[in-house]
């Protein structure tokens, strides 16, 4: 069983810079390929970025592109998410999640993850 738990979340300003980390409770984490996921009101789950086990492939959404970076360190069992220039549309619910059988395009699939963390809120404001 591997708990995450995500934190770093809060209000910003439309232009600045959040970083939010996924902290995971078991060294097995780095055995996982890690995504975030947002939820905005009203909204389906969206996938955000994915990073493999080892740190070096990643993926990212069009909406995020060039603005948001993930990255891992697995002597801390800690991913984190740099997300700049934030836009109001960026605002929603914050999931990481830990993707076992990372294969062609398994990551876009909320059901394909093994454990989600609580979610944090992230507020972006004009």
């Known amino acids: 069983q591997v708990q995450l738990i995500e934190s770093g979340g809060g209000l910003a300003q439309a232009g600045a810079s959040l970083r939010l980390s996924c902290a995971a409770s078991e060294r097995t984490f780095r055995n996982y390929a890690i995504s975030w996921f947002r939820q905005a009101p009203g909204k389906e789950r969206e996938f955000v970025t994915v990073?493999?086990?080892?740190?070096?492939?990643?993926i990212y959404a069009d909406p995020v592109k060039g603005r948001f970076t993930v990255s891992r360190d697995n002597a801390k069992n800690t991913v984190y998410l740099q997300m700049n220039s934030l836009k109001l549309e960026d605002t929603a619910v914050y999931y990481c999640?830990?993707?076992?059988?990372?294969?062609?395009?398994?990551?876009?699939?909320?059901?394909?993850?093994?454990?989600w963390g609580q979610g944090i809120q992230v507020n972006v404001s004009s």
């Open positions: 990073i493999n086990w080892s740190g070096n492939t990643t």
């Open positions: 999640a830990a993707l076992g059988r990372y294969y062609a395009n398994s990551h876009f699939a909320t059901e394909n993850y093994d454990y």
